[in-house]
């Protein structure tokens, strides 16, 4: 297993690498520079070239990139031009928002589709599964930045309950308890379409189980249904729906570039649209090497989950 | 199974009821403002955008600042001044008394690190930079430290903005022993003298600034003003109207009346320096000829513009001056009137013959307030005249990209909007022949009047206020019959505050000056 583990680690770093240099290249070839975008209107050939100098961007493309490289090896991932504050700060503090709000995300969506996934695979047909089907529809193609919007209409503005944006209290605050209060509404709305995908998936996977002979076996050994429902059936079921989850983890980190605008989430997603916008280069850099390294991660742990589930995979 | 989901069900429940029971409202004292963006520095001279200046006002003075509600230079650090004949060295004299936040004392010393720091290459603390507007002193060629409260600049040339450029948030004087501590990262662990102290920085959360209660001008009531970046205009409007801001800027014209219609909020509204215009090439045809580009001007329906698409959030422009400039503007100036049949006869007179024209259109940008519902708004009327304007879109940078470096060979019109802080600026970067792209300048669509050239030098160099204003009054009458652009739209800026907010008044700077509100 560790053996494993370390191969698959080592097999993420070319594609790491091979991700830098094509951020690298992207950022290039998009028209408009850093120092355009600081210097908006201001921005004559003479104030563009006099800044690109003391922002270090009049190295040949080669030469930036192999000192961002240099850098790198040493844990420092540089300056960031437009927050005047060093990358890798950033870069992690950004990142545990958003994997707090991932991740709440997460456990969210894969409890409700868990539940709501094997409720419709045992009532196949009947009114549960009915309901549950047209809910997980209406769930997978709701716009979730829409949603956010009228989450926060209806909660923050009209009912004041939660807080509009923001992580933490302006004032006071600051504890577990603010956190989940500022939490509540996004990490919901960033659950909702994955929710829906995971409830389709195990109530697939479900009835795929139900019908295979142990389980009849288990029935006739006089169990309780319950008990052959969740030792049984759906310990087998959770085997082909846990690399969806890890599938949706990643979807998941994607969508919150929405949510995290919507709530003002002090999250990575939102931070790498407005480096882009401004042609933040090192920041686009640092934040997609991040995202990625935490994509690569999250497949390698559904992926050994699910073997450890699975005796077969072993 | 029942007893799973019913479980389910009511853990989410407990969930909800774990938050406190309401949200709770900004307390007493402390005001709340919502920023559309997190600030990159809070070093004045290290900024370029308008929301940062608008917290660095509160932090900092300049020498000279903005008299309340204009755009005329009043004493500040300095208490007074003298230019001498030849319009080449100002001489100002300090105010004494005056300390930094961090205690040490302001004074010509001071002064004279502040501006070496951003205009020499071998001062010590150059590296904490860059300083991208640092050329709005680019005339200054010395700054003597006469004695402690006398401070002498020396300029290359006689150069009039020179005490409005003072006035910008990049004069602010920034405390030197702070820079010498904190180097580059003095921008997070800003000193200065004004109203209120840094106290607090929590990135992408809040920027917390207490009452400096030595002020000089007179403490703040305020306890302390509370900063809050909220990029997206939906989430600041649902922040406002759930009451976790006092003040909010920049409101989208869509959801300004439904704060108006509110006793719970207060809308203000104040003109700035602020035009947004076309670009016409005159280089090439059709715009080469005057009459076609004073057809441009007729045929567009600017007060459809305003009113329909902007909202009233704007008046029409008459010229190539804010009428925010008042002692500069040119009042008797009357907007090109709407009229069609005027604009095809003067296409006619051009020699006009329908063949399409380019049109340069940005999907967003500073100052450029709806660019693309703008854009095709304009397209519709040149349409009616008879002119089929092709649009192109494209994203801001990209945009400054192409049309910086002039129009030629590419478009024949392009949308741009200015805010300034000197009647100056905008004409002399963007419509002197000697701004030609090619020679640095923003003269994008190649204007060039030798009459206009002389009175925007001349402008430059006399010192009188009333001198300058008659030559830019003068400029403004030529420009708006030479029409080398067409003339759209001022922009007001507005700002929702809650009705427990008293005192707060915008300025045509478009700074937020906090100083003397109240919020009991």
Redesign the interface.
């Known amino acids: 297993m560790a053996a494993y583990i370390a191969k698959r680690l080592i097999a993420a770093i070319p594609v790491l690498f091979g991700l830098t240099i094509i951020v690298f290249l992207i950022m290039a070839m998009i028209p408009g520079d850093p120092a355009t975008a600081i210097l908006g209107s201001y921005a004559t050939p003479e104030n563009v070239a006099r800044l690109n100098r003391d922002l270090g961007l009049d190295r040949s493309l080669p030469e930036q990139y192999f000192i961002w490289l240099g850098n790198l090896f040493q844990g420092d991932l540089g300056r960031s031009y437009t927050l005047n504050r060093p990358v890798l700060d950033e870069v992690l503090e950004r990142f545990s928002a958003t994997l707090i709000l991932a991740g709440t995300s997460l456990i969210l969506c894969s409890i409700f589709g868990l539940l709501a996934g094997i409720a419709s695979a045992v009532r196949q047909y009947g009114w549960t599964d009915k309901i549950v089907t047209l809910l997980v529809l209406i769930g997978i193609s709701t716009p979730s930045f829409w949603l956010g919007l009228l989450l926060i209409l209806g909660f923050a503005v009209n009912l004041r309950l939660f807080p509009a944006s923001g992580m933490y209290a302006i004032y006071g605050g600051g504890d577990l308890l603010d956190l989940l209060h500022h939490l509540a509404l996004p990490a919901l709305t960033l659950s909702v379409v994955a929710t829906g995908v995971i409830a389709r998936l195990t109530r697939t996977a479900m009835l795929e189980v139900l019908r295979q002979d142990y389980v009849r076996t288990a029935r006739a050994k006089g169990l309780t249904e319950s008990r052959v429902i969740f030792r049984h059936a759906f310990k087998s079921a959770l085997v082909s729906v846990i690399p969806v989850i890890g599938i949706q983890a990643g979807f998941v980190i994607g969508g919150a570039v929405y949510i995290e605008t919507v709530f003002q989430w002090p999250g990575i997603g939102s931070m790498l649209v407005k480096a882009i916008s401004t042609r933040d280069l090192l920041l686009v850099q640092g934040g997609v090497l991040v995202v990625a390294a935490a994509y690569v991660l999250f497949n390698l742990v559904a992926d050994v989950v699910q073997t450890l589930l699975d005796p077969r995979l072993r | 199974?029942r007893k799973?989901?019913t479980a389910?069900i009511a853990t989410a429940l407990m969930?909800?009821a774990?938050?406190?029971?309401?949200?709770?409202q900004?307390?007493p004292n402390?005001l709340?403002v919502g920023q559309i963006?997190?600030p990159?520095?809070l070093?004045p001279q290290?900024v370029?955008?308008v929301n940062d200046f608008r917290i660095l006002v509160n932090l900092y003075d300049g020498l000279v600042r903005y008299k309340d509600g204009t755009l005329e230079v009043e004493p500040s650090l300095a208490e007074s001044w003298t230019i001498s004949e030849d319009g080449k060295t100002y001489t100002f004299k300090l105010r004494e008394g005056v300390k930094f936040h961090d205690g040490t004392p302001f004074n010509a010393e001071a002064v004279k690190f502040n501006f070496d720091r951003m205009l020499k290459e071998d001062h010590p603390f150059a590296d904490t930079?860059?300083f991208?507007?640092a050329?709005f002193f680019s005339a200054v060629e010395e700054v003597t430290a006469v004695d402690p409260t006398t401070v002498e600049f020396k300029l290359d040339a006689p150069y009039a903005p020179f005490l409005s450029n003072l006035a910008y948030p990049t004069g602010l004087i920034v405390s030197p022993a702070a820079v010498e501590k904190y180097g580059?990262?003095f921008?997070?662990n800003p000193s200065g003298t004004g109203a209120y102290k840094f106290a607090e920085w929590e990135?992408?959360?809040?920027m917390v600034a207490t009452r400096n209660e030595d002020y000089w001008d007179g403490a703040p009531e305020l306890e302390a003003v509370?900063f809050?970046?909220?990029?997206?205009a939906?989430?600041r409007i649902?922040?406002m109207?759930?009451?976790?801001l006092d003040i909010m800027v920049e409101v989208p014209p869509d959801s300004l009346q439904q704060f108006k219609s509110s006793s719970d909020f207060t809308v203000r509204e104040q003109a700035g320096p602020h035009l947004w215009f076309l670009i016409l090439n005159t280089k090439e045809a059709p715009f080469s000829s005057k009459a076609a580009r004073q057809a441009a001007n007729y045929a567009i329906n600017k007060t459809a513009l305003v009113d329909n698409i902007l909202q009233g959030t704007a008046d029409v422009a008459a010229g190539p001056t804010p009428p925010a400039f008042a002692w500069a503007y040119d009042e008797t100036l009357e907007p090109y009137p709407y009229d069609p049949e005027k604009a095809k006869e003067l296409l006619k007179e051009a020699g006009y013959d329908g063949e399409d024209v380019t049109f340069y259109v940005t999907e967003g940008?500073?100052?450029m307030l709806d660019p693309v519902a703008m854009g095709t708004a304009i397209q519709a009327d040149l349409q009616a005249v008879g002119m089929n304007a092709k649009i192109e879109t494209y994203?801001?940078?990209?945009f400054?990209?192409?049309v910086?470096?002039g129009l030629e060979g590419k478009a024949d019109m392009a949308e741009m909007?200015?805010?300034t802080n000197d009647p100056d600026t905008l004409p002399f970067?963007a419509l002197r022949t000697d701004a030609f792209?090619d020679k640095?300048?923003?003269n994008s669509g190649y204007y060039s009047n030798p009459k206009v050239d002389d009175l925007l030098e001349k402008a430059r160099q006399v010192t009188d206020q009333s001198e300058r204003a008659a030559l830019y009054k003068e400029m403004q009458k030529i420009v708006q019959e030479d029409a080398p652009w067409v003339f759209v739209a001022n922009w007001k800026q507005n700002a929702v505050t809650a009705a427990t907010v008293a005192d707060f008044k915008l300025q045509p700077s478009f700074f937020l000056m906090l100083q003397d509100v109240k919020k009991p």
């Open positions: 199974m799973w989901l389910a969930a909800l774990l938050a406190p029971a309401a949200v709770a900004t307390p402390v709340v963006a997190e990159k520095s070093d290290a370029t955008a930079g860059p991208p507007l050329f580059k990262d921008g997070r990135p992408n959360a809040k509370i809050r970046p909220i990029t997206d939906n989430t649902a922040e109207l759930s009451g976790g940008g500073s100052g994203e801001w940078n990209t400054l990209g192409n910086n470096p909007a200015w805010m970067l792209p640095g300048g923003f």
